[in-house]
Every structure is written in structure tokens, then in C-alpha cells.
């Protein structure tokens, strides 16, 4: 079996941990702390409106530190600025893209002669073997207790199948709060961390006040699946407003994604509709709030700087 390197190894920084890139709230504040505790980060491509704002973003990064840092790229129909975006971080030599919820195989094969790496969002074996095939650099390993759209298999589980039948570095995400859970990833085979949830209530995040005191108030038991708002399964805390709605789709939206006539358009419409709601939420309270969270949010008991979530992690990173 290959030998796989670390994350650290496989980016030239210090520890493998990787603030993941979560929508609307990862920003450039906090990758740039995270750079400068020796760690990585990366920003989904989505966060911005404009690639104006997105090549602004890359630069204000570069000029602040010289260190490794990535974004996050929806590579299927939903996102109508894929190629853009694309463009704009090739153009800019990004040191790595993670790709999520389609085929990757134009992102690797523009990236491969430019030296950009490229990390893919598997959440099974079947997809990991397929992007292996095409060329990735790793796999993020989407457990079960990931936040925002997650996997199905626990993250013990997922990482051995990983292990069993691919060959890539497998950066673990979902179900980390701490150095003992980044400690029992590695030991499990993990070659790193993707980190979400429990940098939402910092200080250098951008959410409302009331996304980040309910991510004090609200804990595990809290945190539901729900179909209702994109198609896919998003884990978001269960509000009063995420209880009267309910989290199963409704006869219509489930045709709607059980249609191969339907589909190819609609699920667009659905999951552009549920998405601007949960951005609605994250920086103005409402009566409508809907909140993206993992299980981990158990471990937020208040507002830190990005330092010290970071700092919490370090501890048991080899």
C-alpha cells in the first residue's frame, strides 16, 4: 500500500489541521489566523459575489502572510459561477482547491500543470475510488457528524474503508472539538483534519450575534438533518422556526428530486432558494432562522478568537 503523507507534509506547514471552508462564514480574518498558528484554511468560492471580490480575497490573504491556503469549489450545475471562479483562482495559482458535489475531473485536469493541488469531498469509498482515478492530491473524509451537508458513515468507519481501498491522504471532517478527537483521527489512519463548527462563534467570524449566542445555547441533541431546504441533507439546529417547517421534503420537493425530468432545473431552484434563506440567517435575526451546525457544537461554551480554538486543537497534533 502507498505510503501517505500528512497534510502538513503534503502543504509544508506545521500542524495537518484545516479550518474547513464553511459558507457565508469562513472569511479572510480567519484564514489568516489559522496561516498563522501554522495551520491551513480555506473559503468557499461562494462567499463572494463577484471574482472581483473573490481575487480581492486572495490577494488580501497573500499580502498579510506567505502561507498555504485553499477554496472551496461546487463543481455541479447548481453553481452558475463555476467556471469563473475556476478561472480566477488558476489565474491566481491557489495552493489548493477543495472540490464538492459533482465531477471534479476539469478542476484536477486545469490545476495539475499549474501545481494546484486539489482535495475532493468523498463521502464513501465508490466516489473516493473515482477521484483517485482522475488524479486528486486527497479526499475529505465527510463523516456522519460533519456540519452543513454531511455523510452517512461514521467517521471510524469511513477513514478504514478509505484505508482499505484507496491510496490518497485522508483529511478527516466532522466530529472534531478538540486535541483528543484530532488525536484519535490520526491514530484511526486520518492524514488531517478539516475543522468547522466550532469556529462559527469567534470573534473574527462575521455571523450575527444571534447565530453566535445560539451556538453557545443549542447543543448536540439540537442539531438535525435536514432535506427540506437544498435537496441534500444539512445539518442545521433545530430553531422553532426549523420545527414548524419540519426537516423532511414535502410531497412536491421530494418529486422534484426524485424526477429525471424535473431535476436537472428544479433542483437548481431548491437548493438556490435554501441557501438564501440560511444566508439570511447568518447575519440578520429573524423569526426564519436557520442555523448550519455540526454535533460538535456541544463543546462551544463561548466566544473565542480563532487563536484559541486553534490552540485547543494544536495541542495533540503530531
Known sequence: ????????????????????????????????????????????????????????????????????????????????????????????????????????????????????????????????????????????????????????LPAKELISKLLQFTNLPIVSAGGIRNNLDVKQMMEWGASGVSVGTIFIATHESDVSKEYKQAMIQYGSKDIVKSTKLTGSALTVINTAYVKRIGTKANFWEWLINNSSILKKYAKLILAWQGMSKVKKSAFKASYQNVWCAGPCIESVKSIRSVKDVLSGLIQADN
Do not use: W
Open 1 to 152: 500500500m502507498k505510503q501517505r503523507c500528512t497534510l502538513s507534509q503534503l502543504l509544508g506547514i506545521e500542524h495537518s489541521i484545516l479550518l474547513a471552508p464553511m459558507f457565508l462564514i469562513s472569511n479572510t480574518k480567519m484564514v489568516i489566523e489559522a496561516l498563522s498558528c501554522g495551520c491551513t484554511a480555506a473559503i468557499p468560492a461562494l462567499n463572494y459575489r463577484s471574482e472581483k471580490e473573490l481575487h480581492e480575497a486572495i490577494l488580501e490573504i497573500r499580502r498579510a502572510i506567505s502561507k498555504p491556503f485553499g477554496f472551496n469549489l461546487i463543481v455541479n450545475k447548481s453553481n452558475l459561477k463555476y467556471k469563473s471562479q475556476l478561472k480566477t483562482l488558476l489565474d491566481l495559482k491557489v495552493d489548493f482547491i477543495i472540490t464538492s458535489l459533482g465531477n471534479p475531473k476539469d478542476v484536477i485536469a486545469s490545476c495539475q500543470p499549474l501545481g494546484i493541488k486539489v482535495f475532493c469531498d468523498v463521502t464513501d469509498v465508490e466516489y473516493a475510488q473515482k477521484v483517485e482515478q482522475l488524479g486528486a492530491d486527497a479526499i475529505i473524509a465527510v463523516n456522519s457528524q460533519a456540519g452543513g451537508h454531511c455523510g452517512h
